[in-house]
C-alpha cells in the first residue's frame, strides 16, 4: 500500500470503534487546546479531518476511512462538551441514576 495513512492504525492503535472514541476522549479532555476550543477552531479541526478522509479514499485503505468516518460523525458536528465526559453509544438515551 503506498501513501501515507492520515491515520495511525499499528498494533498499539485501537481495534474497535469504542476504542477509537475513547481514545480521542481521552486525549481531547488532556488538551489545553479544549479549554480554549471555539467553533472557529473546531471548524478547522473539522477541515483536517475532511482532508484526511480524502487522503484515506485516495490511498484505498479502508480501515482509515472507517476510522475518520467514525470521527466525523462523531465530532464532525461541533464541539459539545457532554459528547467527551460519556460514552457515545449512552448519548439520548435516559439514564437510570441509583441511590
Not at 64 to 80: D, E, M, S
Request: net charge positive.
Amino acid at each position: 500500500m503506498t501513501g501515507h495513512h492520515p491515520v495511525g492504525h499499528g498494533k498499539s492503535a485501537p481495534t474497535t470503534p469504542a476504542g477509537w472514541v475513547d481514545y480521542w476522549k481521552d486525549y481531547y479532555n488532556r488538551s489545553r487546546q479544549l479549554k480554549k476550543a471555539s467553533k472557529e477552531s473546531w471548524n478547522a479541526t473539522r477541515e483536517v479531518w475532511k482532508r484526511k478522509l480524502v487522503q484515506a479514499k485516495r490511498i484505498r485503505c479502508q480501515k482509515c476511512v472507517a476510522i475518520v468516518k467514525l470521527w466525523l460523525k462523531t465530532y464532525g458536528y461541533g464541539l459539545k462538551g457532554s459528547v467527551l465526559k460519556e460514552n457515545i453509544a449512552q448519548q439520548g438515551k435516559t439514564r437510570r441514576t441509583t441511590f
